[in-house]
Structures are given as C-alpha cells and as structure tokens.
C-alpha cells in the first residue's frame, strides 16, 4: 500500500490526546476533535480563536445556501445547495494585562486537547504565561448536548497560579461568519438581544432563506455588546491566586422551520428552558446517554497493539454516533458529517451501501429514517431522471435536500449508483429487518421507480445483444464514460430483478396495494417484464478463470505500479492533472470487488480470490471507503495479515491521517464502514444470503473481540476469542445462523463454537 | 441526412439580398450581413438600433478580456480570455416629428437589406411612414476599409418623399457595449471628446488592460454630446422634398499596443488623415480591392441551379477574406471570425487542417503568417504541457492569445489535435511551399516540441506492446476519454515520424542550425529515436476489409438512427442531455475520415470506400468541417450525388442556416472549407503526396467550373467543363502534375485533359 500513517495523537482505550500543541495540525486537531449531537456540528478550534492555522466551523444539520451555477449544457445542474457556518456559540475573547489571549502568539505550556468518548466532551488546558509574568491556567470545556439537538455547552476555567487580579472576558454569539471556501457570510442578522446575562441573535441566510436563532446565558455577568450580526457580553473576572473560576455557558440554536416572531419567542422560550439545567447536571446526564451507548454499541478489542485498534475503532462508533441517529428525516449523513466544509456538507450516494449496515444491525430506526428521507426526496429524483432524458427516478450523487447538488456533470450525470444503492438499502433492509411494511407503503414505489431508471438508462450492445449501461463511471471514479462497468450492470441487473420481484409479490399478496400503487405510476405490467428481461441479459464480463472486467477495455489500459508514486503526489487530485487520472488501470476505490462484497452469497470464494488478488495490486484507496472493502474480503480468503493492515487503515484513517486531508473534515463514511469492517470483516458476518451467517477470524494480534447486534427484534452479543466464539441471545426470540457453514441455534444460554 | 435547409435569403451570383424584413430572422440576417477587413468586425445590425432581436456587435481583432476561473483540479485553466465587443461606431439615432425611428415598432415598407461581394458594403432601404404620415426613405450603406484595417464608413441617405422639414439625428462613438452572454461592459473610458464635425473616445478593458482608440468624423455638423462612454453629434437635418441628403461617418479605430497619450495622438493624427478621403473615394478603391480579388480568388460556376452554388461559394471566399488575410501575426482565425460572440472570438484547433489549404493555394503569405502565430506562441504551449504532467508543446483547444482559453476539461485536456495538427501545417505548408529557410528557421523547434509531447503523452497497450493515446477526445466530440481513438494515434504517428525527419535532415543538411537548436531545447539524440519508435508502433486498428475502427470498442456501442432524430432536436447540445451524446456510434464529425482524408496519398481507394461507407450514415455533422469531409470523399469515390448533397450543404450553411444556429455567428472554419471542398472535391486536387494531382469531377447540374491555384511560386489556372478540363500556367515556370494519376505537364500554352 503507498499510503502511510502520520502519528500524531497519542493511543488511548477511550480517548484522543494531543499533548503539546503543534500548529501544523492544527486543523487535522480540529477535524479530530469535532463534536456533535446529530443537529449541532462543532469542529474543535480554540474558543478564543487567534491566529493559528483554523477553521472555525460550527454547523447545523440542514442549514445551507443556494447558488446558480453558469449556464451549461441540459442535464447538468444550474444551482448548487452546500452547507455554510451557521452561529458560532463559542465566540470568546480573554484579555490579561492588556494582552489578549491568542495561542499563535502568547507563551504558554502545558497544553493538552482530550476528547472523552464516554462523555461527549472535549477539553483543553493549558498555562498562559503572560509578558508581566503572569501564569493563568485555562481549561476549555464544551460539548453537544446529546439528549436535546438544540443545546449546547461551553465552560471555561480561569486558575490563576501566581496572582490575584482582573482578566477581561467577552463571550457571545455571532453569525458574522464566512463560508471559508467563498470567503462569503452567507446571514443577515433579522434581530439581536443582549441583557447582563444572556445574547441572541436570529438570521437569515441570504438565498435560501433559512432562519435560526441562536442564543447562550452565562453564568456571569457583563455589559452587553452588539455589531451587525454579534450580540455578546463583555465581562470582569476578578481572580485569586489559586482558586478556579468557572464560567458556564449553556447555548441554544433553533432551526426548526419556524420564521420571524415565532422562532424569535421559542428561541427565548428554549432558552430560558436550559436556565433549570446547570451544566454539571446536563454533563451528568450526557455521561449516562454515552454510557448506554456504549453498552449497546461498543466494540471490545484486547490486544498487543497499545490500544491503537481500539482507540480507532471506539473513535468511528462515537463520530458515527454524533452524526447520525435517525432523529430527523430531513437529514442524511454527510461525507464529513458536520466536521469540515468541504464536500459542501452533502450526502453521497454510499449511505446505503457503506453507512446503512452500521445502523441496520445497531439502530434499525435510524436505518428505516434514511431510507424514508429517499422516499420523501422522491420527488426531485424523478425530476432530475428527466433532465438527464431517463424515466423514472435517479437518486442525486451528492445532496442535502434530495436536489442533485454536484456540479460535475460527470459524476452526476454517470454515477448511476445512487439509485442502484438506493435499491440496494431496500432490499439490504428488508432482508435485516424483516419489515414488510415498509416495503409495500415506501419501498415498492421507491423500486418501481429507479427500475425505471435502470431500464432507460440501459442501452444494447449490437455485438452481443446484451444490456449494460454505457457512458457511465463507477464508484471507481478513476475511470470516466466506460461501458459495461461491472459494478453498474451487476447492480443495476440486481436492482431492476428486485423491483421486479416486489412488484410481482405486491400484485399477488396485496393487490389493493398494487391497484394504487398502478394508479399512482401509471405502471403497465410489461414494464415489469422488461426490467426482468435486462436484468436476465445484463452483460457480466468474467474471464473463465472467474475474473470480472472492471469495465470494457480495462485490461487494455497502460500498467501503473502505485506504489512508485511518492506520496507527496496524494491525494492525486491535488498534484495530477486532472486528466491524467483516467487512462491507466490505477483504481481510485473497487468496483468488482465491492458488489462482490454487497451481494457476497452470490460469488464463490474462488472467484473472490481472483478478483482480490487482481486488483487489490492496482487500488490506490483514494476513496476512504477502499481499504475496509479490502479487509472484509482478505479475512474471507483467510488473508488475515493482509485485512488486518487493511483494518488498522481504516479505523485510524482520519486519526493518523492516511489521506493527508484530514483537515478538511472527517471521512464519515469511512468512520462507518470501519464498524462494517469489524463485523463483516473479523466476525464474517454475511447478511444478504437471507439469514445471517457468521465465520470469525480472530485477527492474531488481537485475543478477544466482542460486540453486539440487533436482528429482527434481537440483541445477540459476540465474543471472539483466540480458540472460540460465544454467541449470546441478549433480547428476543432463540435464532438459527450458520456458523461456519453450519446451521446452529443462538439462545440465551449462549452458544459457543471453537475457532477455525 | 438529417439536417434540412431554412431558405431565406434570395439567390444571386455576386449579392446576398433580405427582401421585407422578417424579425424571427433578424440575428441570422446579421451574421450573414457581417463585414470586416481582418481587423475590424460588424455585424449587420440596424444603424440605427432598435427594439428587433439584435446583437450588436462591433469587433475589433484581437480584443480580448480576462477572467478568474474557479479553482478547480490541476491541469485545468483557471483563467480565460474571451473577445468582447469594443466602440459601436455606427451608434445612430433618428427622429422626425417626435417619433424615434426603430424598425421594431415604426411602419415601414421596401425593406431591401443587401451584401455586395463585389463592392464589400452593406446598403439597407426602406421607406418610414410616421404617425404624421411622413414617408422617409433611408439608405444605410457600410463598409470597412479593406486596405486600411483602422477605418470603416458608413453613409446614411435621407430622402423626403412627400414633405420637406427637418430631422433630427445622432450618430457617435460609444463603449458603453456590453457582452451579451455576461451583460457586462469590460470598458472605463479614459478620455473623449466631441466637437462639432467629430468625436472620439479612448478606453481600457477592465482586466486585460488593452487600450483603443474609437473616432468619427462627420459630414455634417452639430452640437457635441458626451456620457461616460461615449461622445456623439446632435444635429438638425433639414430636409426638401425628393431630394436625398447624405450624411457621410468616417471612422477611425486604433488597436496598436500604444496606450494613453501616444495612442490618443495617434488616433487623432489618424481620424484627421481620413480627411483627405472622401467616402466616395475609398468605396471606389474598395471596389478596385475587391475586383483583385475576386481576379485571383473567384470560383466561378456555371450551373442549373439558378445561382444557390455559385452564391454560395462566392460568400465563402468573401467572408475568408474578410476575416483573415495573413495581415498580422497577433491574429488567428476565429471558429466565428468577427461576426459573433460564440466561442468568445477563439481559434480552435482546426486553422491548419481546415482553414490552411485555402490560404496556401491562394495566399501562401497569409498560411505562414498563420504558422508564425504557432511559433510565436510556443512559450505558452510548453507552459501547457506542463500544466498537463507532459513533456513539450501542447497547443490550445481554444485560443486569442495562444493560452488555452477552453474552459471544458474534456476537450482542453482530452483533445490532442491542436498538437497534431500544427504538425501537419508545418508539413502541409513545406509540401506546397516548399519554404525549407521557414522549417529551419520556425518549424523544426516547433516539431521537436510536439513530437515531446506526443512522445510523453503516449503509452503502451500492455496486451499488444503497441503504442496509443489513452484517454482522449477526438475531432469526433461525441465520444470521450476513449482510447487508441484512430485519428490522435495517426496524427500523432505521422506528427511524431516527420519531427524525426526534420531533425536528422536538419543535423546532416545544416548542423549548425541543428546545433543551435539542440542548445536552445536541451534535445538529446535518443529522443528522436524514441519518436520514430513509437510512430512505428502506433496502433491502428484496421479490420481485414480495410474498416478503422475509430476507437477502441466503438464496434460495440448501441446504434442509432440519426435520421429519426427530429429536426428540432438540433443542435443536440440544446436538447439532449449532454451525456446522452456520448453513448451511441454517432459521430459529430467524421475521426477516421478525416486523416482519410488529411493523408490523402497514404490509404487505398478501397480503405476509404469501406470507411465511407460505414461512417457516413453514423455521422450527424453537428460539425460545421464535417460535410466537406464527406463531400471531397465523396467525389473521389465516385459518388457524385453525394458529394454534391454534402457540398450544398457545405457552402450554405450559413446562408441556409442548415446548423440553425447562424444567429450566433457565422461558421468562418466551414466557410474555409467550403474551397477546399470544391478544388479537393471537384477538381480532385490532392497535395499531400509530394507534388500537385488532379482529377476533376463536373457535378451533373453544373457546366463549368473555374478557379486559379497558387504553387511554388505558379499560379495555375483551373477550367473545368463537361468534357474536359483546361490547365493554366498564368505565372510561373512550367509544371508536372499528376492528371487522373497520369504526369503531364502545364505551362502558358494549357493542357486540356478529357473528363472521365
């Protein structure tokens, strides 16, 4: 592999660690140290800001603004939505002898950044030694609250370690913040209020429209302070030699669709709603959200590794956890989640693939609430099926709203596999969930749809006969307008049989259903034929020996030896030119072998093996969702060293900053798929045979692994270790899985299977 | 074929005539009624402005501004350059009893718009009724001064024919023009003024810093009128019953280089030196200009067609030398000359392949001047290659200026034949010519810079061993990032043979200069080994029968009809969305035909016939270049009807709007085409295969066709009838050449040769 880690925190079971601050992480810190409760997303800079290298991103979920795009050709979009910087609640200015506090220039020591993944919290502390010689210690407290999206918490401790006297506090709410990539505040503040203890202001972005209210109460109290967009409140801190001063400051940000008055009088009510809650008791009960949690939700590693594994992989549950929970429809999971600007905040067509598995088999809700919020964006993708001259529905590449917010045309317009992944989730959820309901009122009509995609879209090859789609880019995005990709024909051909299959099953077993269903589509039956028809002559290069063709003509492309690219060149994006990417066989992320791994039970190992071994070589894992495809599939073909370098890849990819874009933001996806990796990966876990299916391998620097799973109603915990397995039934009825091969009951009393 | 003919203009042998005006014609007239002398460019707008559809464009060759890009990936520009209208010279304003004279809503009758390919004006008559029940016949006639590139006229006739009173017009000099795609005006005036017979102005573009100098000098006096950007005339018109009152503009346009007060110097030196000419004296020596021409250049056809041929060429041979007559090596010639805005004045790759021939056999000054902008513009092309990861010189897509100025990627960084292409004019050029001194001089470092490129940029198919180009875009843009695409890897095989040629000729014949050379570019003798290595196994992929395949797996691509496509689907790039053109086995323009053709000498009759014949029908010509392809090989084959059908269309197109897009400018690389079309085609000519040959082919409607050549020094006279065709030498020394494949020998006394 040519990418290698840049160790920068320290490895730690239940927390991250920055020991002394080096300012060329500084945003690599900030990514890391990001928090958030699902709605609020708060990158972690400094409270003070100053002049280190920052980006000062506070978010929240749903808040973005619209651009018109110059006119080009049909088809590609001519406004783009992308997430701004909403309010930042941590606004805070500290003056001590007329110096003001500022890290990229003041002396200071003892610094150290905590986040504590078992309480939400990130810390800061450090000694400011001042130029008259004063040494005050400061320690940084926030987190998102949890238990309520819409509050937040700040607390900054004051401990004077040689002096008594003054220090000067300002601390507010401001929306005078830029869109860092446009350099543009993107509000107009509509009204602002500041009192001795409390600040609000309510804004609006400039295009879009959206209205939030944002205000905080402090635990101290000052002389109001007010400009265009900030309302503040300017402090005396008298402080004594050796005694901490605390100062709390809770937060409160509205972003609920209401405008004007009434979000001005909920803001105010909301506000005065955190005044019965002290920020010790909202802590106390974050600590017990986390706690159960974890207790659900943890992943166990004991190993000879110092921790890193486990650190890694508890950091991608937590992230996953703050990201996304199924609390609101209207929102999806962003590439970065709510952690950095770039990707524009937007969703990416992988959430069913890469990010649905975790929360299908550890939150079913929240996997039911992603699939809704493609049902309820329905709408928009049968209108962008029609500026692309298709039928039926295609589901955006990249998204907030479920408008198409890419503005390459050539990923949104020959990406086909938001729709293929869509159908996908449906089909992948049904399996898991059993949940037949949802298929007839929301999946059926979501398949009928994208089949219509499917089949439009697909086109014939007058040499063969056979269907495929033309023009299209895979989700290895290395190569561009190829024909016949494996990935889209197999997906597609998977898709449309599904579809096909629901339709049938709904006309026969619910045929009322079906009759509105009909009448609501206008769907004839043939159309239902013919998607089984191109699904049945779907073309599928393989090789006799089993190998897939990524696409037409792949095998032709000029050889690349990846690893002679120094990584200074990466990511290739930032150093090649564009076009150059293109034309050798150098794979961004997998194609072939990531359907291999969707639909696993309908490839033999051997034809696994083949393909593994072939372009594993040639993959280059620019994407982060790479190497834990390439980990699951190497502990199935038993090469354990190979998924287990692989694995530590991908848990650590934003921790050691494999990518070198850390900065930017946290590769949520990837957070995601390093769970899926654990559990597909080192406990076979195979979900799309029907049942489920379990082959635990043990990685061998690893002595025990445990985590739990939901299924069909049950919680069955798993604890791996070097000579055996014990599946446990935690909740629900007793259940069959196959175990290595062979059918055996899982029950309360545990059942427990010897290694391999 | 799927494009149809809007007739709208009447037939005849020397004029282009709008008889009545039709408003849903308006912007097509104009850019059929453009004028330019190289330098300055009108289209034929009214005089007088107006509420009809309208761009009213006054161009100046050369004028360009500047524009920031978004950042995007590396090899992409992030700057472009785009010409822009400059001074509105014929700025006129009329108004009779309160009434403003605007053919968009005043009644009038006699409309008559004419274009004189004889004389180069524009005249305009027609007869205004007012409210008052007033007729006013008014003359409007323009032209731009062929043997001065910084003047034009215009005159504008008043004739009373039912009352006497007086009339009140305006008429000045104005920057206030804004580009219509950007509705921006790129101008700040620097300085004006007005007196009572002239007016001027000085202005500089906002970002590229140029400076013109705008002046008009009248026959008649009035009161000075000033606004930021423009200074005019007001005066009172007195007016006698039936008698004409002409109201003569002199106009000056300095574009120079200088700037500030030596430009407004200049301008006004200049403005004063048309003093001594009258409008009526410099329209008779543009009558004598244009009677040159038309001596040497005239294509004469005599036909039953009722003159549609006969015009249509004329017009071609009339709008080339307008727009381009090797008058200075800052200009190229643009995809719309001067006659529009679309594609933002830029010469694209196709001057040497497509526009050079015309000039070489009748203006060979003007095909090397053609060739110096290449070489002076070297500097940028080794910058690009660079951009681009590659090695040498790589000429721009899009240009004014010599940067690449295409903004798509896909054609920027995909099309290899602007490279390529001036390859083959340096080529072509030294064949016809026979100029050695310019390819020791200029040619040889141009040569050894693309054949650097075209080396780096190729790579190895690893199942054949054989060299191509991965990742490219062909002439043919309705396929992309497609591999071993026929046309790039013949071009480039032969670009990269004849750069080898040249070097080893230039280090036997003239080591000094191959010394010289070698010191300025650092050339190492194994590189020109290396070009011929990969010339010599460039893949080709040729099928038993002699079929090309134009790249690979084209073969497999779904077909489609292209004559079930509607007519009001063109051009497809309005309608379709813009994937969807690259997934069939439609071509745009032909690829392979084109080096067919291109490379004359070098394939059999019988390749080309199979590859006509497979092509043909697949091939949309959404191309302007693409019927003259057709057409020439059409007629080599035999297939005279055809040749035909696509030469009517090749001449017309403008003139009948086939592309139904002529509103936006004119098709000036088509027009060049058109020539070549009828010598190449019809009189067979082929100059690629060392000397002169010959095989006329009389289309059946026509009885005569007659043209002149230029060779070596010769000009040769061309008579092509029914029965025979008489060659000419009118200057020069005798000459062999090659008739029907047989040598013969031309000299003063003619050689008369049977028709076939």
Redesign the interface.
Known sequence: MAKIADKYFSADPWKVIERGFNPAYSRVSESVFSLSNENLGVRGFFDEGGTADSLRGCYVNGVYELEDLPK?????IDKRHFMIPSADWLMTGITLDGETLDLGSVCFDEFVRELDMRTGTLSRQFVWQTKSGKKLRLTFLRFTDMLHGDRAYQRITLEPLNFSGTAELTSGITFDVKHEGRGVCYWHSLRLAADKQSCAVQARTLASGQEVFAAALLSVSGDPVQDEKTAALRAELPLVKGTPLHIDKRVVILFNGLEGDALWQAGQSALRGTERVSLGAALAAQKVYWAEHWRISDVRIEDESGGEDQQGIRFCSFQMAQTYNGGSVRHNIGAKGLTGEAYNGHAFWDTETCCMPFYLFTNPRAAKMLLMFRFNTLPQALKRAK????EGACYPVATLNGDEACDL??HA??QLQPSTAVAYGIWHYALVTGDQVFIREYGAEMLLQIARFLRSRA??????GEYGY??VMGPDEFH????DNAYTNYMGKRALAYAADVIEALKSEAPAVYAALRKKTGLKEEEVSGWRNVSEHMALPMMEDGLIEQH??Y?????IDIHAIPVSEFPL????????I????MIKQPDVLMFLYLYSASFSTEVKRKNYEFYEPRTIHESSLSPSIHSILAAELGRMDEACKFFGFATRLDLDNYNRNTREGLHTTSIAMAWVNIVYGFAGLRSDGGGLSFAPRLPSHWSRLGFSLTWQGRIIEVEMEREQTRFTLKQGEPMDALIYGIRREIGTEGLTVPAL
């Open positions: 080009s050709y049909c088809g590609i500026m692309l001259d298709c045309w050539q317009s020959l086109a014939q090859n007058p040499q063969t033309f023009g561009m307008m190829v024909h037409d003509g095998f032709k492309l000029p050889h994006y930032n150093h090649w030119s564009y076009d150059r293109y034309r050798t066989d």
